[in-house]
């Protein structure tokens, strides 16, 4: 930081002169990497393109919307996104509770047993997908075992190319993935609870359940709001878990508005109507979020 | 509390099942790797091979590009955790300490940065790269990596430095230190816990990617990175689970154990930048 020195930084008039300078190499990298990237998929999702070549322009269009909104696919896409969202969330939030409300009870190897409940968190997508499409796998799989020696099932399920079973796959793929991080949060949000709180519940005779609903709920929803959106947001983004694991398959039932853009733009070539559908999801991303977090904060005072 | 002998066994048992369920998966991934191909298509399927062939590990090692995959996953996590943790490093610090004019816009903007799908960034990215000819480099993943990590490692950090008391500062500026002299002398030393767990967690995040590398690089076999090159060894009709698997164990246990060291920091980082 050359700069620094030509300046007498200390002085209190130039003390944000130095803020401003740490702050500026972020800004100008953010600036080209995310923010010009951005722009120019707006721009793209205006034009009609195929493969897009910089310096030269196409004439600004609303076909690429007009194209989308009257698609069957752009909402079969939005149902099945919404789907997974509902399911994985709900999941992930009943897993992720759960153990986290598990391990926070005091017990011998209790540091132990943490670490391993948020193992899943470490291991990388593209792995937890090569699991369980082998546990998924359509011939010696064992979930479809499972499903027969159980009698859920007569015959081995096809899961990955059934249209009915894949979303499910694809479910508990996602949930296996993410409860940890939800666990995680939980059980930092509970460590913030001073156990005075329940100990002067008890004096006053408030059961078990009683002082979940009325102590552990009530101050746990902070937490659990955020948790709740960046878990729907990271099930709105994923992209590597369903790319891998179904490619969207099969007849397009596991195809969210995520593996929708990608397939426009890098299977069929439509780069102008891929990024309408980007731009999109990221507008319906930062809406649920903004009214998510609206609602949330509402509920706590 | 005290619990009854009971409680306390229904309490273990709980815990060891529900332990047991969850970590079933990655039990599963060491037991097909080592199982043989016979074993693999035979139902009902084996929780224990009869005769475990521990040499696919080094037969997968030495018959497929897994060591060249790793390399390239690791220069791209490490190419990429350097790059942003040092703006990172400044932008958190400058964000936390000093009142700047938009600096609250911007600790906003990196915020919803985190909800930026990565399917639509990298369509322009693509376009970008490939106008400048670079659409098969390790540099496409450096610099598209670092648009995962700036944004986490940014809100990380800041949260790392709001924890340590300006007063510190305060006192070796009064001592004749620089502003600037300060931040590296007494805050950065401070934080190292934390700008540690902010470069694992930047390590991870790289590490993990799939959707950059097989946009810029999947033409290009040379550069491919371990997720990359273990989604290619997933057949359309025919996998070998036991190969596939065995390569898996090696991309994943550098995570794993980057987790198990460090998973008390990762998990305050990780915290910490989200209960704002």
Known sequence: MPNAKMFDLARPSRQHLLGYILLAPAVLLVGFIIVYPLAIAIDLSFQQVRIPRMGTRGAFTLANYQRLFASSEFWMACWVTLKLVTVVTIGSLFVGMSTALLVNNRFRGRTLARLGMALPWAVPEVIAVVIFAWIFDSSFGLMSWLFVVTGLSDTMIPWTSSPAAAFWAVALTMVWKGFPFVSIMVLAGLQSIPADFYNAAKVDGASALQRFRWITLPLLMPVLGVTLVLVILWVFRDFSIIKVLTEGGPLKTTQTLSIMTYDQAFGLHNFGYASAVGVLTLVISVVASIFMLGRGTKAIY | ?276
């Open chain 2, 1 to 276: 509390m005290t619990r009854t002998f009971s409680q306390s066994l229904m309490l273990y048992l709980t815990v060891i099942l529900t332990l047991g369920l969850i970590l079933f998966p990655i039990y599963w991934l060491f037991i097909t790797a080592i199982s043989t191909s016979a074993e693999l298509s035979a139902l009902p399927p084996s929780f224990w091979p009869s005769a475990p062939q521990w040499e696919i590990f080094s037969r997968v090692w030495e018959e497929r590009p897994i060591p060249a995959w790793l390399l390239n996953s690791m220069i791209a996590a490490l190419g990429s955790a350097a790059l942003s943790m040092v703006v990172s490093v400044f932008a958190g610090y400058a964000l936390s300490r000093y009142r700047l004019r938009g600096g609250h816009s911007l600790g906003l903007f990196i915020l919803t940065a985190k909800m930026l799908p990565a399917t639509l960034l990298v369509i322009p990215l693509f376009a970008v790269f490939r106008n400048l000819g670079m659409i098969g480099s390790m540099w496409t993943l450096i610099i598209a990596h670092s648009t995962l990590i700036i944004p986490f490692a940014t809100w990380m950090l800041k949260g790392y430095f709001d924890t340590i008391p300006r007063e510190l500062e305060q006192a070796a500026m009064v001592d004749g230190c620089s502003p600037l002299g300060a931040m590296v002398r007494v805050v950065l030393p401070i934080a190292t816990p934390g700008l540690s767990a902010t470069a694992l967690y930047a390590f991870v995040l790289s590490w993990a990617d799939y959707a950059y590398a097989r946009t810029f690089l999947v033409n290009a076999p040379q550069n491919w990175t371990a997720n990359l090159g273990i989604t290619t060894m997933k057949g359309e009709y025919v996998t070998d689970w036991n190969e596939i698997s065995a390569a898996a164990v090696f991309v994943a246990v550098p995570v794993i154990i980057i987790y198990l060291i460090l998973e008390r920091y990762l998990v305050g980082g990780l915290t910490a930048g989200a209960e704002k």
